[in-house]
Structure formats: structure tokens, C-alpha cells
């Protein structure tokens, strides 16, 4: 049973070919996704300053369908994830965090595109923040914010890991038009 005020962390460990993370979801849903290959470390840091003193439980069958979804990303057959999401965070921040998810897949913008998006066209600094902030990597796109010059700027997971996100929406994005063009 869940309260309001410390709602149970269900986490699991997504294997995927030679990526591993840790993703955590609340009875409201998914709530984390983390970088590459990080210990969870990373998700108990996290989750001490976002849901303190919550309750902590491994629990791979109440994970399934956001594993899946994401499973499904990363291998191109996914361009939209439909599990729900309890984004956790200031009203600035979840205004960054929607319109992340307004970013096409396969597409860019910049810190001051999401800053215009969002009516604050002055904040390009804070907007950075937000997207450093969310913790929903891959299902919540901040991969998809480059600098305005077009170069591969920050990424919590990494720019190994930005870069390997950003390559996988073209390389899917091609196969599809490789498709359509053939039938």
C-alpha cells in the first residue's frame, strides 16, 4: 500500500545486449531510467533526494512493461513509449520535461529551441538544468537536445551514450524510409 507522502520504489536491473540500467516506477509509473552501465548507486542517490525514506523493492515482474517498451526502443521497433510516467519535479522542470517529449523521434533541438517551447525564451540556462535534471533518460528524450551550434553538448548518461541514442533513431529512421521506398 502506498501513501502519498512515501510511495513504494519498485526498481529493476533492463539487460540489453551490452547495455544495463536500472529503471524504477512508483504504483503511478516509471519514475527513472539510468545511465549505461552505472551501478545503483546511481538510482539509490537519486531516490534518497526525490522519495526519502520511500520504500525500496526489486520487483522485475511490476517493471515488465516499461523494460519491454524501452527493450523495444532500443532495438528501432519503438518510436513512442505509451507506459505511464510520475515525473517528479518542479513546475519548470515538467514543463521542460513535456516538451522534450514533443521532440520527434530522430530529430534535434536546441536548449533554446525547448526555452522558446516553453514560453521562457530567456532561460536557456535554466532549461538546461531541467533536462540535466530528468531522470527518465531515453523514455523522456533529453538525448534529443543538442547545442544550438549542432554540437553533442552534456548528457547524464554520457555522450557515449547520447550519441549511441541519437545513431540508433537515424539508423531506424533509414530502415524505415529503406522499407517504404522498396514496397
Keep these: 500500500m502506498e501513501t ?3 510511495p513504494t520504489l519498485y526498481w529493476s ?11 524504477a516506477a512508483t504504483s503511478k509509473g516509471l519514475v527513472f531510467v539510468g545511465s ?23 520487483d522485475d515482474e511490476m517493471l515488465q512493461p516499461f523494460a519491454a517498451e524501452i527493450t523495444q526502443y532500443l532495438e ?3 518510436k513512442t513509449f505509451t507506459v505511464p510516467f510520475h515525473n517528479v519535479g518542479t513546475p519548470f522542470q515538467l514543463a521542460v520535461w513535456h516538451a522534450l517529449c514533443a ?3 530522430g530529430q534535434t533541438k536546441s536548449y533554446s529551441d525547448i526555452a ?8 536557456v540556462r535554466a532549461v538546461g538544468a531541467a533536462i540535466g535534471a530528468n531522470p527518465i533518460l531515453i523514455t523522456v528524450p533529453c538525448h534529443r537536445v543538442i547545442g544550438k551550434n549542432g554540437s553533442l ?3 547524464r548518461g554520457g555522450l557515449e551514450m547520447k550519441t549511441l541514442l541519437l545513431d540508433l533513431e ?3 529512421l533509414s530502415s524505415n524510409e529503406s522499407l517504404l521506398s522498396t514496397q
Excluded: C, V
Excluded at 539487460?15 to 529503471?23: A, E, G, L, S
Excluded at 545503483?40 to 533526494?49: D, R, S, T, V
Design 4 to 6: 502519498t507522502s512515501k
Design 13 to 23: 536491473l533492463l539487460d540489453f545486449q551490452d547495455w544495463n540500467f536500472y529503471i
Design 36 to 58: 549505461q552501465n552505472k551501478s545503483i548507486e546511481e538510482l539509490l542517490e537519486w531516490a534518497k533526494k526525490r522519495f526519502p525514506g520511500s520504500p525500496f523493492i526489486e
Design 76 to 78: 528501432g521497433k519503438r
Design 103 to 105: 521532440i520527434p523521434y
Design 116 to 123: 522558446n517551447d516553453i514560453n521562457k525564451p530567456a532561460a
Design 153 to 155: 553538448t552534456g548528457y
Design 170 to 172: 537515424k539508423r531506424a
